[in-house]
């Protein structure tokens, strides 16, 4: 069964940082793409970013392209989001989850980590 434990989100201000981390377990994903997805209040669930795991290729959405950057740990099955020049924009629960394109691949989610950015 496949597992994701999303951490670091928090409160920061607009112009502010954080990095995310994702935890996965379960399975073997060398050969998934990885990815964070966001859902803010009142709003549909949106892809964010994505990265293969095997050559490290990176796509992201128009939205964070330029502020955000994705990376993992194949050693430790672990995908992080670094999050720069945040907006209020960005506030939304973060998840990660492997990606087909830029859709989630698996049914199940974590619980998320909130992020939440004040002006």
């Known amino acids: 069964q496949v597992q994701l434990v999303e951490s670091g989100g928090g409160l920061v201000q607009a112009g502010g940082s954080l990095r995310l981390s994702c935890a996965a377990s379960?399975?073997?994903?060398?050969?998934?793409?990885m990815g964070w997805f966001r859902q803010a209040p009142g709003k549909e669930r949106e892809f964010v970013a994505a990265?293969?795991?095997?050559?490290?290729?990176?796509y992201y959405a128009d939205s964070v392209k330029g502020r955000f950057t994705i990376s993992r740990d194949n050693a430790k099955n672990t995908v992080y989001l670094e999050m720069n020049s945040l907006k209020p924009e960005d506030t939304a629960v973060y998840y990660c989850n492997a990606v087909v394109g830029r859709s989630p691949a698996f049914e199940s989610w974590g619980q998320g980590t909130q992020v939440t950015v004040s002006s």
């Open positions: 990265i293969f795991w095997a050559g490290g290729t990176t």
């Open positions: 379960g399975r073997t994903f060398s050969r998934n793409v």
